[in-house]
């Protein structure tokens, strides 16, 4: 899975770095680089421009927990942070967002924890590992997308309306794979247009756009058990550490 992710970039960078026609600067995500679910995040996506009737591309805050369309309440989100990109497809909280609604999550790494087993008077323990691009090229993490709009609320109320993502999984190879056995999906630039295409909707084809990140050419390091801990941010989590003599907390939130 994917559960933690480093986000970074400004969106000045990220608007010309994606090409986008335009984005959202009120409420703009903060650097994070402990992002974690139910978390603000950048995304790019394509929509129709309701002034203009023009389908344009858009840099824009997304919840991060995917709340399907028949939900009755958004607290199902937090628990929908990843889809398998095996059955999202055809999946009833995903298909609909997967034909219609697919989004780049940019993301300047992951974070997966290894078990590290009980030695002497040592308890096992989680060790967390930053995964990224070797060169340091940001990634553009496969996301869906979904509106939900709270019942209780009136259809003109701004805070009535969710836009929430998910990101796409699938089986850990290379550097992730020795971490853990799943990990986030990724758009290559080549592709990007045809991912976020709205009228796109052939499932096949779709699916054959999806690789591993950076082509499978990641790094991964052990960094500090601070990130473990939602409330912890900054450069300093992506430092690379050895592992601690004795067992740290595990990862909460």
Known sequence: MCG?????????????LFDVDHWEQEQAPAPNYNVAPTDDVWAVLEAVDRETGVVERQLR???????????????TG????NARMETAHEKPAYRRAFAKRRCLLPADGFYEWQTVPASGSRKAYKQPYFISPENGEVMALAGLYEIWRDPERDKDDPEAWWRTCTILTTEATDAAGR????MPLAIAPADQSSWLDPAHEDPDELRELLTSP???????RPVSTAVNNVRNNGPHLLKPTEPPEEAPPGPTG
Do not use: C, Q
């Not at 480093?6 to 010309?16: K, M, N, Q, V, Y």
């Not at 991060?64 to 028949?70: E, I, M, Y």
């Not at 971490?179 to 799943?182: N, Y």
């Not at 950076?214 to 991964?220: E, Y």
């Open 214 to 220: 950076a082509g499978g050419h990641l790094d991964a």
């Open 78 to 81: 937090a628990k929908m942070i």
């Open 61 to 75: 805050p997304l919840r991060w927990g995917l709340v399907p369309f028949f939900a009755k309440s958004p607290k």
């Open 4 to 16: 933690r992710y480093a986000s970074t970039r400004s969106p000045e960078d990220l608007a010309e």
């Open 179 to 182: 971490i853990h056995p799943r």
